[in-house]
Structures are given as structure tokens and as C-alpha cells.
């Protein structure tokens, strides 16, 4: 089976964020990049079903500071990489990079995460399936291939579904579709010479333009007030608060 | 138990001076230790009790051995990857770190070493793998500080060897399958031998009863008339500088650990100091607390400086004896300063198992004694300086 595992490169989750230029540009400077942790999973269970015969490539939208991303995802276990040397503006634009890749690639499987934790939007796996036509599903939580039909649990409000689609599809991955997977020394070590091609994007259209970012507001101080004045917390609530 | 939120710090932004790829091996081993000691170890220290299951889980992920060349199954890592790796096991604790320590350093170094090919390829790959564990008897009830005076000895017997003698303090050694164990022939000359668990006369009871380094297994190596067959003596050792090379590997590996130790009760206590309110404010807004945390970090940036440059001497076969002596006496010593400072920051919860400071504090006056000590270490930079030896 060919599996194109798609990863983005997104701050840790523990960063803080902070903007510069005008509050226009996410300011990089000591902040530490990981793969999406979605994707992480998307990649791990992607490894697990690749069996003898397949192959799994990792693709990332993106310029050359996400080479040790990719170099990570080869680690765990991926055989060879692509990087579309772009920056990754906005959703559409990472969708249309992918679907290029994907239609002269013809992969059974396009896995990546559910969303990317850095703008959470969730849209690149619909787009991916509506560009190249072919069936998109998300959040899978459980991905099982029986010969030509994939067998998935995903999310819906309040329970599961259970569904069966033929390949090729794509699917947007949660835990706990597999066993996030730490890489060995070894993984490491053979990492180092897999292929890892870098290719220029094709042309899209543009269809956004960013203004600017703008923080949450900072929390304020918690007020405690004694479970026997409740008449005091209504008070603070339409008056400090102006909720009620 | 709270999870593990251990985050390394960079006052210095020495990670410019790392590559991806250390990073990446740092970060591996952060995960590794995150997800496969630190939930454990607490208790595992409680009871003193060996996790044996780690010795597997070590040779899957390459904590074995990650500068041996890759042909007999080690890593083929530089000394800055195999440093940052001892930093982060010992983070999460000192005898996980000294159980990789022995087999990567003092048997799989020695046999990689001094080792024949046979042995190379009989030993080296199971080493690796976790298949088999290790241990190294050098030190003696009689003779620590001053290996060359042992007695253990091999009588030369035409087919084989005579081994008699005793081991003391030996890491692993109750759960090794293999020991590399220095005894001195006829001549008086020291010479490394592999025996193997098993062989007749051969036994290595448990040292109980340790308030240090307790989820790590102690014992003896006690030889009665062991027949070592010859193609078991490691041919290309002979005299002291065979196992204090080994030692050599090790102490460098055990100045990066101590760092790792120090790192964990320093980035405890000062996200306890934040926490903890005392007279209606976090203790970290008082000065003796900023003092402490001020100086922790300090020494902790100067021990950063100073491992990093004794891994690129490594990498350029510069490093000398004297120099990896200097970097494993002032980072463990650093390493205890900062466990005890630690310690008072957290007021009583720092005796507690709820946070690993006493644990760290514990192992690490094994981790000042063992391999060559805190005085022994001195007397070497001052032998070094006045070129005469002050312990002799």
C-alpha cells in the first residue's frame, strides 16, 4: 500500500506566542517546532499498516526550516520525504500543493491530522478529497484496511461512527488511532540518507490576505468569594463582570 | 505522583551549539524517559526494586552502546549525542542511567576495545539489543581508589584460565549474564577476561539494603576456581590503562548524567517556588529563594559550558583523562549542591516521593563515590598541575 502521510511543522505545545512586524509575523525566535501531534498519530498508525510491500512518504508544505521535522517523521519510520518549498499561507494553498503531488502519485491512503495545532482550522483534508475527488473523512479515532475498503471510527457528537469507504481516500487522524511512536537511535541514524526531495509549489490562486493577529486578552486575577455570600458573586457578575 | 513537565534550561542558548540531529536524540530520549521511567520510578526506588523490563526497552531505543560502530550493533553516535542521552536518563534517575552507563561503557566499550572479532560478534550485538546485560568488576573489598593493588588473579592453566577472587559494588552484576572482570595474570600484569554467568565457581549475590541508587542492582562477583576458557580473555588489554579507559568513557558519560539530575531538582524547585504561597505570595518572590534558584542555574549554565566542550574534545580525540576527571567531579559536586538547595526550596514536600529531588539526592552520593571519587578526582587535576601525585 503507498500512504502519503501530510505533517506540518507547528510550535511545541508548551510555547509562548508572541508576534512581530506590526503583529503580522508569529515571531520564531526561541520557540521549538514539532510535527503536528495529529499528525504524529496520522504518521504512526500509517507506519503500522504499511506492511512489507508498501511505503509511506511524508509530505510537508514549507520552507527549509522544516527539515529537521521531516528528518524527525523519517526517523519513526517513514521511507522517503517531500518538501514543497513554500511557505504554508493559508489552508487552501496547503491543500492545492498536496492535491498536486497526490494526483501524479496516485496514493491508496493521504493521511495527516485531524487539524494542525497552530491555526486549527481543519480544513486541508476536505480540500485534498474535493481536489482530487475522492472520498475525505475526519476525526478518524480507528483505521483498519481489509484488502481494497478501509474500516474507520470517527468522532461525532456523543458517540462513534462506524464506516467503510473504498480506497484511495483521505482521512484527517485523532488519537487513539495508534500508539504514538518515540524513534530509536537507529531511526535516527538511517534517517540521515532517505530521500527527502524538495520540489517547487505549483502556482495558486490567492484567496486570503492577513491582517493582522491579536492576542487573548490576559486573565485577570481569580476573586474568591465565600460559598455564603452568594448575593456578592451575583453582584461582581453584573456589575464588574456586566454578564447578567 | 505529578506528571513529568521536565523542561530542560538554556540560559545560554548552548542548543545553537547542538546540531538537529542532537537535538532530535535529546528530544527522543526526553520522550523516552517521560513515557518509560518516570511513571515508574518513584515507586521502583521506594522498593528498591530493579525494573528489569528497562534493559529491552534500553536496547530498542539505542541507549546501549550508542558510539559502538553500527557493524556490531551500536549506535555509531558522537560523544555530544551519547552525553545528552546519559543527561536525559539521568534526569528521570541516576541508576537507570548507571545501568546504561555500565553496559555502554564499561562492558560493550571494553570488548568493542580490547576484544577479539569473535568476541566482538558473539558479545556486542545481544549487548546492544538488551538481549544481554553486563556488568565490569574492577573495584574490590579491599581496593577502590586503588585498582592496581587488587588481588583478584588468573593462573594459566594451558587450555584455560584460573580465576580467584572478589568484586565489589558492581552494577548490574546479580542480573548479568556476562561480567568483564580485571585480574592480574602470573606477572602481576592486569588483563580483562569476559566470564559468563554459569560458569562453575562463579556466583554474584545482591548488595542489600542501599539508601542510593536503589531501582539500580548491586552486588558482588565472587570467583572460586572459575575455569575462564582462553578465547575469553580480552587480548588486546594489558595493565591499568585497559580498564580505566573504560572508566574514562563512563565518567564522561556520568558528568553529562549529573547535569541531567541537576536540571530535574532545579526545574522542580522553581516551579514549586512559583506555586507555593507563603506569607500571601509565591516563595520565589522571596530573595533567599531567588538566591538559590539564581545560583542553581548558574552552575547548571558553567556545567552546560563545560560538558559541551568535553564532547567536542571527544569528537576530535583531544579529551584526556584529566579532562573528563575535572568535568565528572564538578558536575556531580554541583549536581549534590543543587539537590540540597533544591531540597530546602521545597520545605517538606522535598522529602517526600511526591517529587524526585531526595531521590536525585540519594543517588548522587553514589554517583560522587563511584567511579573514581570527589578527592580522587582533585588529586588528579593537582597531580596534573604540580606533576606530583598526592595519592601515592
Excluded at chain 1, 512489507?52 to 524527525?72: C, F, M, Q, Y
Excluded at chain 2, 532545579?266 to 538559590?292: C, H, M, N, V, W
Amino acid at each position: 500500500m503507498k500512504i502519503l502521510v501530510c505533517i506540518s511543522h507547528v510550535p511545541d505545545t508548551a510555547s509562548k506566542i508572541s508576534f512581530t512586524d506590526n503583529n503580522t509575523k508569529f515571531n520564531a525566535a526561541g520557540v521549538q517546532f514539532i510535527i503536528g501531534p495529529y499528525d504524529e498519530y496520522a504518521l504512526s498508525r500509517a507506519i503500522e499498516l504499511r506492511g512489507d510491500a508498501g511505503s509511506v512518504t511524508v509530505l510537508n508544505v514549507g520552507e527549509a526550516d522544516t527539515e529537521p521535522t521531516i528528518r524527525k517523521a523519517l526517523a519513526i519510520g517513514a521511507d522517503d520525504a517531500i518538501r514543497v518549498n513554500a511557505f504554508p499561507k493559508d489552508s487552501y494553498f496547503v491543500a492545492s500543493q498536496i492535491a498536486a503531488i497526490a494526483k501524479s502519485e496516485k496514493y491508496d491512503l493521504i493521511l495527516m491530522g485531524r487539524e494542525s495545532i497552530d491555526y486549527n482550522s481543519g480544513l486541508v483534508h476536505g480540500m485534498v478529497g474535493e481536489m482530487l475527488g475522492i472520498p475525505s473523512i475526519s476525526p478518524v479515532m480507528k483505521l483498519d484496511i481489509t484488502g481494497n475498503k478501509a474500516t474507520m471510527a470517527r468522532e461525532i457528537e456523543g458517540g462513534k461512527e462506524i464506516v467503510e469507504i473504498a480506497l484511495p481516500l483521505v482521512a484527517g487522524c485523532q488519537e487513539p488511532i495508534a500508539e504514538w511512536k518515540i524513534p530509536n537511535m537507529k531511526g535516527i541514524m538511517s534517517a540521515r540518507t532517505k530521500p527527502l526531495k524538495v520540489v517547487e509549489p505549483t502556482a495558486v490562486e490567492e484567496t486570503t490576505s492577513l491582517n493582522s493577529y491579536e492576542l487573548p486578552a490576559p486573565k485577570g486575577a481569580c476573586k474568591m468569594i465565600d460559598a455564603s455570600t452568594p448575593e456578592k458573586l451575583f453582584e461582581a457578575l453584573k456589575n464588574e463582570a456586566k454578564v447578567l | 505522583m505529578p506528571t513529568d513537565q521536565f523542561e530542560s534550561p538554556d540560559y545560554y542558548l548552548i542548543d545553537d551549539l547542538l546540531t538537529e540531529e542532537q537535538k532530535l536524540i535529546r528530544k527522543t530520549m526526553r520522550d523516552f524517559v517521560k513515557k518509560e521511567i518516570s511513571p515508574i520510578i518513584e515507586d521502583c526506588s521506594q522498593k528498591a526494586h530493579f525494573p528489569e523490563e528497562i534493559v529491552k526497552k534500553f536496547g530498542e531505543i539505542g541507549a546501549f552502546g550508542p558510539t559502538i560502530p553500527t557493524a556490531y550493533g551500536g549506535g555509531g553516535l558522537d560523544y555530544i549525542s551519547y552525553g545528552l542521552m546519559m543527561q536525559e536518563i539521568e534526569r528521570g534517575d541516576s541508576g537507570m542511567r548507571s545501568t546504561a552507563s555500565v553496559q555502554g561503557s564499561l562492558v560493550m566499550f571494553p570488548i568493542n576495545e580490547y576484544g577479539s572479532e569473535e568476541q566482538k560478534k558473539k558479545y556486542l550485538p545481544k549487548l546492544a539489543s538488551g538481549e544481554m546485560l553486563g556488568c565490569f568488576g574492577l573495584t574490590e573489598p579491599d581496593h577502590g581508589s586503588n585498582p592496581a593493588a587488587m588481588v583478584t588473579n588468573i593462573k594459566d592453566k594451558g587450555d584455560h584460565y584460573l580465576l580467584n577472587g572478589a568484586k565489589m559494588w558492581i552494577t548490574n552484576s546479580p542480573k548479568a549474564d556476562i561480567a568483564v572482570v580485571w585480574a592480574k595474570n602470573e606477572e602481576g600484569r592486569i588483563k580483562g577476561l569476559i566470564v559468563e554467568k554459569g560458569m562453575k565457581g562463579f556466583t554474584a549475590p545482591e548488595t542489600k539494603h542501599k539508601w542510593s541508587l536503589r531501582a539500580s542492582i548491586t552486588g558482588e562477583l565472587v570467583f572460586d576456581n572459575v575455569k575462564v576458557p582462553k578465547e575469553n580473555l580480552l587480548p588486546k588489554a594489558d595493565g591499568l590503562s585497559g580498564p580505566l579507559k573504560c572508566l574514562d568513557s563512563a565518567r564522561y558519560g556520568i558528568a553529562w548524567g549529573a547535569l541531567g539530575a541537576a536540571m530535574d531538582c532545579y526545574d522542580t524547585a522553581r516551579r514549586y517556588s512559583l506555586e507555593r504561597i507563603q506569607f500571601g505570595k509565591p516563595i520565589a518572590s522571596f530573595q533567599l529563594t531567588q538566591k538559590k534558584l539564581a545560583e542553581m542555574l548558574t552552575e547548571i549554565t558553567k556545567a552546560q559550558l563545560l560538558v559541551w566542550r568535553l564532547g567536542v574534545l571527544k569528537n576530535e580525540h583531544k579529551a584526556t583523562s584529566v579532562h573528563i576527571s575535572m568535568a565528572k567531579r564538578n558536575n556531580v559536586a554541583i549536581a549534590l549542591q543543587i539537590a540540597r538547595e533544591a531540597r530546602q526550596i521545597l520545605g517538606a514536600m522535598g522529602i517526600t516521593g511526591e517529587y524526585p529531588i531526595m531521590r536525585h539526592m540519594a543517588n548522587l552520593e553514589s554517583v560522587v563515590t563511584y567511579e573514581g571519587t570527589h578527592d580522587i578526582h582533585l588529586l588528579i587535576t593537582g597531580a596534573d598541575i604540580t606533576g606530583i601525585q598526592a595519592f601515592k
